[in-house]
């Protein structure tokens, strides 16, 4: 005989998943926001650089951004001077 599932458990697992996985998201968010030295701008700023990058068209735009992101992340996270 098979053994029935209990999908209200599997359920509240894959929630506390979902809420685990969301929790670790935005720590590396504000991990990163403070490792380039975000932080130290005034959060309206902030809100409407990434609105503009978001909202952003550009295609030379965003893989300039890309590369300079990408060069950030191989130098291990130095802060950005600029």
């Known amino acids: ?13 894959l929630g506390e998943k979902a ?11 504000g991990q990163l926001v403070t490792s380039t030295g975000a932080d130290a701008l005034d ?16 295609a030379e735009e965003k893989e300039a951004w890309r590369a300079k992101g990408s060069a950030f992340f191989q130098g291990r996270g130095k802060k950005v001077r600029g």
């Open 19 to 29: 809420k685990a996985l969301k929790a670790k998201k935005v720590e590396q968010l």
């Open 43 to 58: 959060l309206d700023i902030l809100a409407g650089i990434l609105i503009t990058a978001v909202e952003s068209s550009n």
């Open 1 to 13: 005989m098979r053994k029935t599932r209990d999908y209200d458990a599997e359920l509240r697992a």
